[in-house]
C-alpha cells in the first residue's frame, strides 16, 4: 500500500513539473489507473518472484539429494570395483592352488604308474623265481621218486610235495632198530640215496624231524632217553650228522625233536605206531 501512494506521489509531482500548474482530473484518475496497474504488475511479478524462489528451492534441495545419492553411488562403485579386485585376486590365488594341484597330482600319478609298472615287474620276476624253485622241487620230487622207487614200493619210504613244500618220510624199521638211535648199515644205504639228491638243492634248507609213538621208554634204556623227547631228538640228530659228513652244507641242516606229539596215525593199533616211528626230511625256504 505504502509502494502505491508513493507512486502516486511521483506521478503527481511529475505531472506538476510538467504542466506548471494544476491538472486536469480526468489526467490524474489516468496516471492513478496507470499506477494500479503497474502496482499489479508488481504484485504478479512478485508472486512469480516468489514462485520461481520456491522452485529454486526445491530444485536446490533436489540437486542436494541427487547429488548425494551420486556420492553415494560413486561409492558403491569404488566398492564394488575393491570387492572385484579381492574377488579377483581370491579366484586368481584359488586358480593357482587349483593348477599347483592338479600339477602335483598329475606327477603323483606319473610316480605311482612307474612304482606300477616296477611293481608289476617284479611281481613277474619273483613269479618266475617262484616258478623255477616249484620246478626245481619237482625235479627233486621226481629224482627222489625215481631214485626209492624200490623203498617206496615196500611201503619204507613215503614222499610228498605240496605247494613247493617236499617231505621224504621214512619209517623207522628202515634206519633204526628198536630203541636204537643209531643209523643201521641198511638205513645207510637208503640215506645215500637221498643225499645224492639232496646235496644238489643250494636254495633250501634241510629240516631232519624225529618223531615216535606214544609208548613210554622202559627199562634201562631210560638212562639214556628218559622219554621219548630225547629218543626223537637223538635219532634226528644223527641222521643230521650223516648228511653233513656226506658233503652237505651243515648250514642248511637242522634237526628238530617232535617225540610222540606229532603223529600221523593212531597210536591204538601196531600199524599206527609203526607210522608214527619216523624220520621226515623236509625241503623248508631258507630263513
Request: charged share 30%.
Amino acid at each position: 500500500m505504502l509502494n502505491r501512494i508513493l507512486l502516486i506521489a511521483a506521478v503527481a509531482l511529475v505531472s506538476i513539473s510538467l504542466n506548471g500548474c494544476m491538472v486536469t482530473k480526468s489526467t490524474y484518475l489516468k496516471k492513478v489507473a496507470d499506477a494500479e496497474k503497474l502496482d499489479q504488475d508488481l504484485a504478479a511479478l512478485q508472486k512469480q518472484y516468489k514462485a520461481a524462489n520456491a522452485e529454486n528451492d526445491g530444485l536446490k534441495t533436489q540437486l542436494a539429494k541427487l547429488t548425494d545419492e551420486l556420492a553415494g553411488a560413486n561409492r558403491d562403485r569404488e566398492k564394488l570395483a575393491t570387492d572385484n579386485r579381492d574377488l579377483q585376486q581370491v579366484l586368481k590365488a584359488k586358480s593357482d592352488a587349483l593348477s599347483k594341484n592338479i600339477v602335483d597330482l598329475r606327477q603323483r600319478i606319473a610316480d605311482v604308474e612307474a612304482e606300477n609298472a616296477k611293481l608289476k615287474g617284479d611281481v613277474a620276476t619273483l613269479q618266475k623265481v617262484k616258478e623255477e624253485k616249484v620246478r626245481e622241487v619237482s625235479k627233486t620230487y621226481e629224482q627222489l621218486l625215481d631214485k626209492m622207487k624200490n623203498e617206496i614200493a615196500q611201503g619204507q619210504v613215503t614222499i610228498s610235495e605240496l605247494k613247493g613244500k617236499l617231505t621224504v618220510n621214512l619209517v623207522e624199521a628202515i634206519l633204526f632198530d628198536s630203541g636204537k638211535a643209531e643209523v643201521k648199515p641198511g638205513g645207510l644205504t637208503v640215506l645215500q640215496k637221498v643225499v645224492d639228491i639232496l646235496k644238489n638243492v643250494k636254495d633250501k634248507s634241510i629240516r631232519i624231524e624225529g618223531h615216535t609213538d606214544n609208548v613210554p621208554i622202559v627199562g634201562t634204556l631210560t638212562k639214556k632217553y628218559p622219554t621219548n623227547w630225547e629218543l626223537s631228538a637223538a635219532r634226528a640228530i644223527n641222521v643230521s650228522r650223516y648228511l653233513q659228513q656226506q658233503g652237505i652244507d651243515p648250514a642248511n641242516l637242522s634237526a628238530v625233536a617232535f617225540g610222540e606229539y606229532k603223529p600221523v596215525a593212531v597210536n591204538s593199533t601196531d600199524e599206527g605206531r609203526a607210522k608214527n616211528r619216523r624220520i621226515e626230511i623236509t625241503l623248508v625256504p631258507k630263513e
